[in-house]
């Protein structure tokens, strides 16, 4: 069964800090790359930061040096600790395999996936 459970988001203010959690089934866990992807209201949903199977995180310059990825790999979870938040992280967090992600110019580029969890809300107010 395929299964993405994102929690942890909430409403903090302009600098606070968040640790979102990521519970994914092991068809989507296992030997995948994963990743934390956002979407605001009105935009695209887009791919922040990714961890390779081998722990090595890559972040899009968006959140460089505030974010930190990391995975547990007997718990089939992922991790993003999300420090001195803007109110631009404002978003839908989700988490996903992010095998068919590219890195270029501080962006990822991805291809879509059929399924997605449910998400958790960050607001940060200013």
């Known amino acids: 069964q395929v299964q993405l459970v994102e929690s942890g988001g909430g409403l903090v203010q302009s600098g606070g800090s968040l640790r979102l959690s990521c519970a994914a089934s092991?068809?989507?866990?296992?030997?995948?790359?994963m990743g934390w992807y956002r979407q605001a209201p009105g935009k695209q949903r887009e791919l922040v930061a990714v961890?390779?199977?081998?722990?090595?995180?890559t972040y899009a310059d968006s959140v460089k040096g505030r974010f930190t990825i990391s995975r547990d790999n007997a718990k089939n979870s992922v991790y993003l600790q999300m420090n001195g938040l803007k109110p631009e992280d404002t978003a839908v967090y989700y988490c996903?395999?992010?095998?068919?992600?590219?890195?270029?110019?501080?962006?990822?580029?991805?291809?879509?996936?059929?399924?997605w969890g449910q998400g958790t809300q960050v607001t940060v107010s200013t």
């Open positions: 996903n395999k992010a095998a068919n992600s590219k890195y270029y110019s501080g962006r990822f580029y991805y291809s879509d996936f059929d399924y």
């Open positions: 961890i390779t199977t081998d722990d090595t995180p």
């Open positions: 092991g068809s989507i866990f296992t030997n995948n790359a």
